[in-house]
């Protein structure tokens, strides 16, 4: 069964530093990768996906992520982190004989500190 | 274009009660899952809803069942509530069509019940 790693529980960095997420994955077949943010008592926000392409996948408010094969990763990543960045981040990948159905990480709490 | 709608936000049950979440799905959208999100855990697959037919179901008991209806809008339904099952429960909804689409889920805000 498919499924995400994501190691770390609470991720600390400072205002306008560069910021990392990082996930792990184990798929059958060609992943397909996401990343969700959920800010308190909310739902969870689509921010980017890899299906295929480009290793480096741009997504919403200044996110990436960066696709690695080998290393089975799929790390987010913004370059200058901001106060509002601060959340519970979800990497997720599609089960690829399911339609749209997702397994979900653990979770990762990012806190930006300013 | 309002986007995925779920009622109620809020609820407290009693343990061996039984509870109905409601979801409106994105405009366009034909598919409908619900996750279950315990607290400090990602949220877990239970099932999804197209063509008014349950599709998938993951690891859950059949205490959870689930209904769509003809305007794709779909109901959860958790019988004999235990205090395990209180959560986030999220409804994410999708399109089937065009099978080609790989495109991501758009998830409501989720009801949140706590069971006593």
């Known amino acids: 069964a498919q499924s995400v790693a994501q190691p770390e529980d609470q991720v600390n960095v400072a205002e306008g530093n560069p910021l990392t997420v990082k996930c792990t994955y184990s798929v059958s077949g060609n992943p397909y990768l996401f990343w969700y943010v959920q800010y308190p008592n909310r739902g969870l926000q689509f921010l980017l996906k890899y299906i295929t392409g480009d290793n480096l996948v741009k997504g919403s408010y200044g996110f990436e992520a960066e696709f690695n094969k080998s290393q089975t990763s799929f790390h987010l990543k913004k370059p200058s982190a901001l106060v509002s960045d601060s959340a519970l981040y979800f990497c997720?990948?599609?089960?690829?004989?399911?339609?749209?159905?997702?397994?979900f990480g653990k979770g990762n709490q990012v806190v930006v500190i300013p | 274009d309002a986007g995925v709608t779920q009622s109620p936000t809020h609820l407290i049950k009693t343990r061996g009660q039984q509870v109905t979440l409601r979801c409106s799905p994105k405009s366009g959208h034909d598919t409908v899952s619900w996750y279950q999100q315990a607290l400090g855990q990602g949220p877990q697959f239970i099932f999804q809803?197209?063509?008014?037919?349950?599709?998938q179901r993951g690891n859950f008991p059949d205490r959870f069942s689930g209904h769509q209806f003809p305007n794709y809008s779909s109901e959860l339904n958790v019988n004999a509530l235990l205090l395990g099952d209180s959560a986030l429960y999220l409804c994410a909804s999708s399109t089937l069509r065009g099978q080609g689409d790989t495109g991501e889920l758009f998830f409501g805000e989720g009801s949140r019940l706590t069971v006593l």
């Open positions: 997720a990948v599609r089960d690829p004989y399911g339609n749209n159905r997702l397994a």
């Open positions: 809803y197209y063509e008014e037919e349950e599709r």
